[in-house]
């Protein structure tokens, strides 16, 4: 996982994520029954590596450049609470708020997936590619969601495709590519504050976000996928050092 540069691997995560996004809004266009199937076991997947990497590896990582690293996290999963407790007031309606999946939190959202992948590879590419696999797994669930809000707003299908994709599947990339010359530029200290922030905002994303919404509609191994994304951070951990 080393041949690699930096900018390279933010690249291939980022523009990674819009394609799967962009494959679930297709999937839930074209194939509903089954994009709906499949959600659950992205997301449970996703949680389970979103939970366990910043517990395990991006916070510890970012303490020992920061010790102030933990109160940054804790601003970043109370800026995340809030966030969703603002996009909840503003649609009224749970369907909409579910997940920042108004139009405005769904920018929003994955503006900060794109900065979470510059961030987190700019530390190192263990933590960068494990991040980075529970963000791009989830896109799936993200991408079939977004559509489905837009067209029960009201959307025809076709533009509803067309708006899933500006707001959460393109602007991952953009957040990315915006973030990574001003990152790249931090000293170690404030990198780890930035880190830190990050944890807090990918621990939101897995306990608030995807693994209540997963209990709500549980499925018949949910509970396996939600631990093999624990395993495979675990197994990434242990081959990438």
């Not at 997947?45 to 517990?55: D, H, M, Q």
Request: hydrophobic share 50%; charged share 15%; net charge positive.
């Amino acid at each position: 996982m080393k041949e690699f540069s930096t900018f390279t691997w933010i690249s291939i995560f980022a523009i990674g994520a819009m394609l799967v996004n962009s494959f679930g809004i297709w999937a839930i266009y074209r194939k509903r029954e089954w994009a709906n199937k499949t959600k659950e076991y992205s997301m449970c997947f996703a949680a389970g590596i979103l939970i366990s990497s910043p517990l395990i590896i991006s916070l510890p990582h970012a303490l020992q450049k920061n010790p102030h690293a933990g109160f940054v996290a804790l601003a970043g999963f109370i800026f995340m609470y809030f966030s969703n407790k603002i996009i909840k007031h503003k649609t009224k309606q749970k369907e909409l708020a579910f997940g920042i999946t108004a139009i405005e939190g769904i920018a929003i959202h994955s503006l900060m997936d794109g900065i979470s992948y510059t961030v987190t590879f700019s530390m190192g590419t263990v933590i960068g590619v494990l991040t980075g696999v529970g963000l791009v797994i989830h896109e799936f669930a993200e991408g079939v969601i977004t559509f489905s809000v837009l067209l029960k707003g009201g959307v025809s299908e076709k533009k509803a495709g067309i708006y899933a994709f500006l707001v959460a599947a393109l602007t991952t990339p953009i957040g990315a590519f915006i973030a990574y010359p001003l990152v790249r530029n931090l000293s170690d200290d404030i990198l780890g504050l930035a880190l830190g922030f990050v944890s807090g905002v990918l621990i939101y994303v897995s306990a608030s976000h995807l693994l209540p919404e997963t209990s709500e509609h549980e499925k018949k191994h949910s509970t396996v996928a939600f631990l093999a994304g624990i395993a495979f951070t675990l197994i990434v951990m242990l081959t990438g050092h």
